[in-house]
């Protein structure tokens, strides 16, 4: 069953801007991951917060995770056009061994 | 360059043929893993291998079988193929269960 949803699931913005996109899951979770994909290409991972951490960032990128509101936001600052994908977020529930639950993804588009 | 490789890129079956996708990383990463990709339902997790000679099942593993007799190579067999399972099939690998996963760029099936 799917754990992450993405929320919202399409996002048009400019560039030079900021996307936020949110993550909810059902279950408590190890880690949450959050992957990028372009068009008709594989899912490229971006980063990953563990259970106990609050925050993480990776360059341009922003994670947070709240534990007690089972969500977790991807913040891309500075937006470029290259950034047009789609986003994904996934769990890994359990003992880990049973591969990563995915949500359905946002579409982002930077317009030039 | 390290990854990888899916074959074939794409291919249209008729249905009750039997059909392996191939999937061959040289990372030396112990997990592998099989989804399929379908529109507006995201990745669903079909069979996953945490290490060579084990597998399990995922989310949506009937009509499917897996095998893992060596480190490198996790092949995805359908026995007979339905229409149902039409869709984009990724493999991807990881460390470690719980680390981050590195997909291939896909295989695109049709069962007509």
């Known amino acids: 069953s799917q754990q992450g949803e993405e929320d919202p699931q399409a996002l048009s913005i400019q560039e030079g801007e900021n996307a936020t996109m949110n993550c909810s899951y059902k279950?408590?979770?190890?880690?949450l991951q959050w992957y990028r994909q372009n068009s008709g290409r594989g899912l490229v991972h971006l980063i990953l917060?563990?259970?106990?951490?609050r925050e993480k960032h990776s360059g341009r990128l922003r994670v947070t995770l709240d534990t007690s509101k089972k969500s977790s936001s991807l913040l891309i600052t500075a937006s470029r056009a290259a950034d047009t994908a789609s986003y994904f977020c996934?769990?890994?529930?359990?003992?880990?061994?049973?591969?990563?639950?995915f949500g359905k993804g946002t579409h982002l588009i930077i317009q030039p | 360059i390290a990854g990888i490789t899916q074959a074939p890129t794409s291919q249209i079956l008729a249905a009750g043929r039997r059909m392996t996708l191939r999937c061959t990383q040289d990372m030396r990463h112990n997990a592998m893993y099989w989804y399929r990709q379908d529109l507006g339902l995201g990745l669903r997790l079909i069979h996953y291998s945490n290490t060579a000679g084990t597998t399990g099942k995922g989310e949506v593993p009937d009509g499917y079988s897996v095998s893992r007799a060596n480190t490198d190579d996790f092949p995805l067999t359908l026995a007979s193929a339905v229409p149902s399972q039409t869709s984009v099939y990724f493999c991807a690998s990881s460390a470690e269960p719980l680390s981050p996963q590195h997909f291939g760029d896909g295989t695109r099936l049709s069962i007509l």
């Open positions: 917060i563990r259970s106990n951490e």
């Open positions: 996934a769990v890994y529930s359990g003992g880990g061994a049973d591969g990563l639950t």
């Open positions: 279950t408590s979770i190890n880690n």
